[in-house]
């Protein structure tokens, strides 16, 4: 049994050491991706943009990913954790669709893109756990681990 958490932890450690890969957090991670710019202008003059704000949720791993659209003004700043500092505003689907009887917002919204490896990489905790328990059968199976050297 010690052998096989051993295992696992050695299985997470590996999952968690790649250099792009964001692991081994507690809590939500944001990314931003600009997807139109629009005509209008924020209240404070700012050029406004059309875009999606990606959320990773973490436990150790990350487990699920989230979103919504997002007004941004463009060209702002950034703080320590890569958020635009208050230049954006959530949207929700009441407000995009009285935006879009305006002429705000273009219909249809144009869809926000994620690679393969953000959806990996997302949902990581459950592929996972699948994953090590594999490697533990197989270690079982093989003998590998079980406590029955120099027994011949």
């Given at each position: 049994?010690?052998?096989g958490?051993?295992?696992?932890?050695?299985?997470v450690?590996?999952a968690v050491?790649?250099q792009?890969?964001?692991?081994?957090?507690?809590?939500?991670?944001y990314?931003?991706?600009?997807?139109?710019d629009?005509?209008?202008?924020?209240p404070?003059?700012?050029?406004?943009?059309?875009?999606?704000?990606?959320?990773?949720?973490?436990f150790?791993l990350?487990?699920?990913?989230?979103?919504y659209y997002?007004?941004?003004?463009?060209?702002?700043g950034?703080?320590l954790?890569g958020?635009?500092l208050?230049?954006?505003h959530?949207?929700?689907?009441e407000k995009i669709e009285?935006?879009?009887?305006a002429?705000t917002l273009?219909?249809?919204l144009p869809?926000?893109?994620?690679?393969i490896?953000?959806y990996?990489?997302?949902?990581?905790?459950?592929?996972?756990?699948p994953?090590?328990l594999l490697i533990?059968?197989?270690?079982s199976m093989?003998?590998?681990?079980?406590?029955?050297?120099g027994q011949?």
């Amino acid at each position: 049994m010690r052998r096989g958490l051993l295992v696992l932890l050695v299985f997470v450690g590996l999952a968690v050491s790649g250099q792009d890969v964001r692991a081994a957090e507690f809590g939500t991670r944001y990314s931003y991706q600009q997807l139109q710019d629009l005509t209008e202008k924020g209240p404070k003059g700012g050029a406004l943009a059309l875009g999606y704000v990606s959320l990773t949720h973490s436990f150790i791993l990350p487990y699920k990913m989230t979103g919504y659209y997002a007004l941004m003004v463009k060209g702002s700043g950034k703080d320590l954790n890569g958020r635009p500092l208050n230049v954006y505003h959530e949207l929700s689907p009441e407000k995009i669709e009285q935006m879009q009887r305006a002429g705000t917002l273009p219909n249809p919204l144009p869809p926000y893109r994620r690679t393969i490896f953000e959806y990996m990489f997302g949902y990581v905790l459950w592929w996972c756990i699948p994953a090590a328990l594999l490697i533990i059968g197989m270690f079982s199976m093989l003998g590998i681990g079980s406590g029955k050297r120099g027994q011949a």
